[in-house]
């Protein structure tokens, strides 16, 4: 894993000139412009930030045309956390500031560094799921398996851990399990933020880079000119770097749609031709090309169907196959439209022919892919061969930018395989973890069969537990109404995970699972749209509309799926802890369950209850580490 280490030489900034160790700084100010000359620069000029603050702009200036503007929360009053701006390799340095003030402590606190630290000062940083080492991160981009190693691109602001500057992050993983961290891979330019996309291994050299490029597809986002347009990147080093193309746009919208993102662009070996969907407002689009740079438009889906009235985004497309026939799989992100509020994930199974996809469900059925309130912007690794490979963002846009987090804001969910599975005449998706992940466990902990469990407490799972395991069990119900498993600390915290069978649920509630106020700094919704779901599972009749209550606290609430997407009376329940996450899997996948928790001690007891008859056998706790 890469790892920075920073160098404190700096002094504190002034107006007019400082000498520190032969660097020469000379800082001057004319109206609201701030001008910064560096002789002999470190690699880093250290910017102090306060979250709170409205964004300034910053840029390098190297006299090229290319020179871009970074948005950065430049503190005033304090320092919340401080990002490193790199001041290039020339033997003078110029940095423009639009908007700092003279007496904003920025400019007092800035610092020069040959080097920048990354060490971990964040409590609720996880022990095993990806996170980058600081700053903002969202999407998974780009994802691409290459040569033994899987690529994750991500929404990226280098420059503080809200949402901005969005470049290509980068991380690399044999395993799916230990990432290394590299050097964002596609910098924001002038035609706008790098928005997400897709990558594919050119291994026939159809565009013309070099046999076995990858080449990446990204939205540019003007967000002045409200404008989004598809643009593309290579690379013949392995996804390190990347060229951008010198012609993009590649691909603009044909009735100047201003929400036209994330293009996902695969092989389709019939046609023997590529292929990309794009989200398009409240559809998504196909195109076709054959040499990935020339796109023609084909058709169109999604208008009016699924969860109602929602943006698209992030789309993927890929085969799946259910006792020997294949089926095809769009996944649509949306924003807002999840059961609970703000982002989710929903998928439609159908056939494509090449031109267009036609989807087997009714337009108002909406089949959700996770059922918890922070599984969003999933995608899937390209280049895979017929294992489909899913990384989804694990946070919501309600209190994204919010989470009690500082040195770095956004996660990624645990990798998924998905399957297809039938029920009730249907087909369904379903998301199971990958077998990857066994390797993480390092103890493991086997508990007697607890036949007609009542109210069992299981106290001190493990020594110098950093609230990082692996709970898996066996639960058949038997006459019960309801049999919960609690995760509990000292504190008094708890996440509750139940079966309630009389209406037919599994349910996590983390209203009381540790720190959970911040979901009041969200924006208030008056009405939010659901779907019934158990109503139409139960009695298989089409999925209609209905509002849902209206939260004052968008963190603090319960999320619950039909177990009758399951079968039998006996669930296999593998539930997956973080420092800050809970992630329930059903029955090897058939029924996910995504949350971020704020435990203020991690969860170290289990109690385990019921109303009536319940058996809990082969209950094993795995601790978990890297």
């Given at each position: 894993?890469?790892?920075?280490?920073?160098?404190?030489?700096?002094?504190?900034?002034?107006?007019?000139?400082?000498?520190?160790?032969?660097?020469?700084?000379?800082?001057?100010?004319q109206?609201?412009?701030?001008?910064?000359?560096i002789?002999?620069?470190?690699?880093?000029?250290?910017?102090?930030?306060?979250?709170d603050?409205?964004?300034?702009?910053?840029?390098?200036?190297?006299?090229?045309?290319?020179?871009?503007?970074?948005?950065?929360?430049?503190?005033?009053?304090?320092?919340?956390?401080?990002?490193?701006?790199?001041?290039?390799?020339g033997?003078?340095?110029?940095?423009?500031?639009?908007?700092?003030?003279?007496?904003?402590?920025?400019?007092?606190?800035?610092?020069?560094?040959d080097?920048?630290?990354?060490?971990?000062?964040d409590?609720y940083?996880?022990?095993?799921?990806?996170?980058?080492?600081?700053?903002?991160?969202?999407?998974?981009?780009?994802?691409?398996?290459k040569d033994?190693?899987?690529?994750?691109y991500?929404?990226?602001?280098?420059?503080?851990?809200?949402?901005g500057?969005m470049h290509?992050?980068?991380?690399?993983?044999?395993?799916?399990?230990?990432w290394?961290?590299?050097?964002?891979?596609?910098?924001?330019?002038?035609?706008?933020?790098?928005?997400?996309?897709?990558?594919?291994?050119?291994?026939?050299?159809?565009?013309?880079?070099?046999?076995n490029?990858i080449?990446a597809f990204?939205?540019?986002?003007?967000?002045?000119?409200?404008?989004?347009?598809?643009?593309?990147?290579?690379s013949?080093?392995?996804g390190r770097?990347?060229?951008?193309?010198?012609?993009?746009?590649?691909?603009?919208p044909?009735?100047?749609?201003?929400d036209?993102?994330d293009?996902k662009?695969?092989?389709?070996?019939?046609?023997?031709?590529?292929?990309m969907?794009?989200?398009?407002?409240?559809?998504?689009?196909?195109?076709?090309?054959?040499?990935l740079?020339?796109?023609t438009?084909l058709?169109?889906?999604?208008k009016?169907?699924?969860?109602?009235?929602?943006?698209?985004?992030c789309?993927?497309?890929?085969?799946?196959?259910?006792?020997?026939?294949?089926?095809?799989?769009?996944?649509?992100?949306?924003?807002?439209?999840c059961?609970?509020g703000?982002?989710?994930?929903?998928?439609?199974?159908g056939?494509?022919?090449?031109?267009?996809?036609?989807?087997?469900?009714?337009?108002?059925?909406?089949?959700?892919?996770?059922?918890?309130?922070?599984h969003?912007?999933?995608?899937?690794?390209?280049?895979?061969?017929?294992?489909?490979?899913?990384?989804?963002?694990?946070?919501n846009?309600?209190?994204?930018?919010?989470?009690?987090i500082?040195?770095?804001?956004?996660?990624?969910?645990?990798?998924?395989?998905?399957?297809?599975?039938?029920?009730?005449?249907?087909?369904?998706?379903?998301?199971?973890?990958?077998?990857?992940?066994?390797?993480?466990?390092?103890?493991?902990?086997?508990?007697?069969?607890?036949?007609?469990?009542?109210?069992?407490?299981?106290?001190?799972?493990f020594n110098?537990n950093?609230g990082?395991?692996?709970?898996?069990?066996d639960?058949?119900?038997n006459?019960?109404r309801?049999v919960?498993?609690?995760?509990?600390n000292d504190?008094?915290?708890?996440?509750?995970?139940?079966?309630?069978?009389?209406?037919g649920?599994?349910?996590?509630d983390?209203?009381?699972s540790?720190?959970?106020?911040?979901?009041?700094?969200?924006?208030?919704?008056?009405?939010?749209?659901?779907y019934?779901l158990?109503?139409?599972?139960?009695?298989n009749?089409?999925m209609?509309?209905i509002?849902?209550?209206?939260?004052?606290?968008?963190?603090?609430?319960?999320?619950w799926?039909?177990?009758?997407?399951?079968?039998?009376?006996?669930?296999?329940?593998d539930?997956?802890?973080?420092?800050?996450?809970?992630?329930?899997?059903?029955?090897?996948?058939?029924?996910?369950?995504?949350?971020?928790?704020?435990?203020?001690?991690?969860?170290n007891?289990?109690?385990?209850?019921s109303?009536?008859k319940?058996?809990?056998?082969?209950?094993?706790?795995?601790?978990?580490?890297?």
């Amino acid at each position: 894993m890469t790892r920075y280490k920073m160098l404190a030489l700096a002094a504190a900034t002034i107006f007019g000139s400082l000498t520190v160790n032969a660097q020469k700084m000379n800082i001057t100010t004319q109206g609201d412009t701030t001008t910064i000359t560096i002789q002999n620069p470190k690699k880093y000029l250290i910017l102090p930030v306060e979250e709170d603050m409205k964004e300034e702009q910053v840029m390098l200036l190297t006299g090229s045309p290319e020179d871009t503007w970074m948005d950065v929360r430049l503190a005033q009053k304090k320092v919340d956390y401080n990002v490193p701006f790199e001041l290039g390799t020339g033997k003078e340095a110029v940095v423009k500031i639009v908007g700092l003030k003279k007496g904003d402590i920025a400019l007092k606190k800035m610092k020069l560094s040959d080097e920048w630290q990354v060490t971990n000062t964040d409590y609720y940083r996880p022990i095993y799921h990806h996170t980058p080492l600081y700053g903002w991160m969202n999407d998974g981009n780009g994802m691409v398996y290459k040569d033994g190693e899987y690529h994750l691109y991500f929404q990226y602001n280098p420059y503080g851990s809200k949402w901005g500057n969005m470049h290509w992050g980068h991380s690399v993983s044999r395993d799916l399990v230990h990432w290394q961290h590299l050097d964002p891979a596609i910098a924001r330019d002038t035609l706008g933020h790098i928005f997400s996309g897709s990558s594919v291994v050119d291994k026939d050299n159809c565009s013309g880079f070099g046999k076995n490029a990858i080449v990446a597809f990204y939205t540019s986002a003007d967000l002045v000119k409200n404008t989004q347009v598809q643009s593309m990147a290579y690379s013949t080093d392995n996804g390190r770097t990347y060229t951008k193309y010198w012609d993009n746009p590649v691909l603009t919208p044909f009735d100047g749609l201003k929400d036209f993102r994330d293009p996902k662009v695969f092989w389709y070996a019939p046609k023997k031709a590529w292929y990309m969907i794009v989200s398009a407002d409240k559809e998504m689009r196909f195109y076709r090309s054959h040499n990935l740079i020339d796109w023609t438009y084909l058709s169109a889906f999604g208008k009016g169907y699924g969860a109602q009235p929602n943006q698209f985004e992030c789309p993927d497309f890929f085969p799946l196959t259910i006792n020997g026939k294949q089926k095809w799989v769009m996944i649509v992100n949306i924003n807002p439209g999840c059961m609970f509020g703000g982002s989710a994930t929903e998928y439609f199974i159908g056939s494509f022919d090449g031109t267009k996809f036609t989807c087997d469900d009714q337009p108002d059925e909406a089949k959700f892919l996770d059922y918890g309130k922070d599984h969003y912007a999933t995608v899937t690794f390209s280049n895979t061969g017929s294992r489909i490979v899913a990384v989804p963002w694990m946070s919501n846009w309600q209190y994204a930018n919010i989470t009690p987090i500082k040195q770095y804001r956004g996660a990624n969910a645990l990798p998924r395989e998905l399957f297809l599975f039938g029920k009730n005449n249907e087909v369904f998706m379903g998301a199971k973890p990958v077998e990857e992940l066994k390797k993480m466990r390092q103890e493991t902990r086997v508990y007697p069969d607890m036949e007609q469990v009542t109210d069992d407490v299981l106290k001190n799972l493990f020594n110098k537990n950093d609230g990082a395991f692996e709970l898996e069990t066996d639960v058949t119900v038997n006459d019960s109404r309801m049999v919960g498993i609690d995760l509990t600390n000292d504190k008094g915290e708890v996440t509750k995970i139940y079966l309630d069978m009389q209406s037919g649920k599994i349910v996590m509630d983390r209203t009381e699972s540790g720190l959970v106020e911040f979901g009041k700094q969200a924006v208030p919704h008056d009405i939010e749209k659901n779907y019934d779901l158990h109503e139409h599972r139960a009695n298989n009749t089409p999925m209609r509309k209905i509002n849902s209550v209206n939260y004052q606290n968008d963190f603090a609430l319960g999320t619950w799926a039909p177990l009758n997407l399951c079968e039998g009376k006996t669930y296999h329940l593998d539930i997956f802890v973080d420092k800050c996450s809970v992630e329930i899997f059903v029955d090897g996948g058939r029924i996910a369950m995504t949350n971020l928790v704020f435990p203020t001690k991690p969860y170290n007891n289990l109690h385990i209850y019921s109303d009536g008859k319940a058996d809990v056998r082969n209950l094993k706790v795995h601790k978990l580490g890297l």
